[in-house]
């Protein structure tokens, strides 16, 4: 099963900032936060993780809380293109093990 | 570089039909997964490969399902025969001891 929880819908205003919340209250001590995202059609793509600091690309920005019992994505812009289905998932870093995705949430970006 | 490939994207076939499913994963590569996506969940591992190994096929249904990576690089996966519940996007994803598997766009099977 699944170890994080997330709302399973939200809306954004094209342009603003989308602030995805992840619940992870028994994420273990090596395990790192990933972020997949879906868009309709295609399959999942790799965004960001991190450990406990906040992480930046030029996808996201990855906030991880100081218990790390919950983060939160941020698309400092949202596009059009942005409307996908995001993941998060807790694992131990590099390996090869599967991921185990919940359900996600759907972030719609309107115009 | 080449991404994941998969054929066909789209197959219809009727209950009781079998299907098969093919892979390309992105070269060296020597990981390989199969998930299936049920409309309106994530995705669920149905096995996995290291190289031409199975290193997990717990969640496979192996008396309708099967699947094999010949030579560690391409996999198949087929359904006989297939049921209605086994509509679904089939995911193939590849990678290696890093953090980030890629993913195929996923062949959309519909069982009538």
């Known amino acids: 099963d699944a170890k994080t929880t997330q709302p399973p819908s939200m809306d954004c205003a094209e342009g603003r900032a989308a602030n995805l919340p992840c619940n992870h209250s028994?994420?273990?001590?090596?395990?790192?936060v990933y972020w997949y995202r879906q868009i309709h059609s295609q399959g999942p793509q790799y965004i960001i993780h991190g450990l406990k600091n906040n992480e930046t690309n030029e996808m996201a920005s990855l906030i991880i809380t100081e218990d790390r019992k919950s983060s939160t994505l941020i698309l400092p812009h949202a596009t059009l293109r942005d409307t996908a289905v995001y993941y998060c998932i807790v694992r131990v870093p590099y390996n090869t093990d599967k991921l185990i995705f919940g359900t996600g949430t759907r972030l719609q970006v309107f115009p | 570089e080449a991404g994941v490939a998969q054929s066909p994207r789209y197959k219809i076939i009727e209950k009781r039909q079998s299907v098969a499913f093919w892979c390309n994963p992105i070269?060296?590569?020597?990981?390989l997964y199969w998930y299936q996506q049920i409309l309106g969940q994530g995705p669920k591992l149905l096995i996995q490969f290291q190289n031409n190994g199975v290193v997990d096929d717990s969640q496979l249904p192996k008396d309708r399902f099967s699947a094999e990576r010949l030579k560690g690089v391409d996999s198949t996966l087929k359904i006989q025969p297939a049921k209605l519940e086994d509509s679904a996007v089939y995911l193939c994803?590849?990678?290696?001891?890093?953090?980030?598997?890629?993913f195929g766009p996923g062949t959309r099977l519909t069982v009538l």
């Open positions: 994803a590849s990678g290696t001891n890093t953090d980030t598997q890629y």
């Open positions: 028994t994420i273990s001590g090596n395990e790192y």
């Open positions: 070269s060296g590569h020597a990981t």
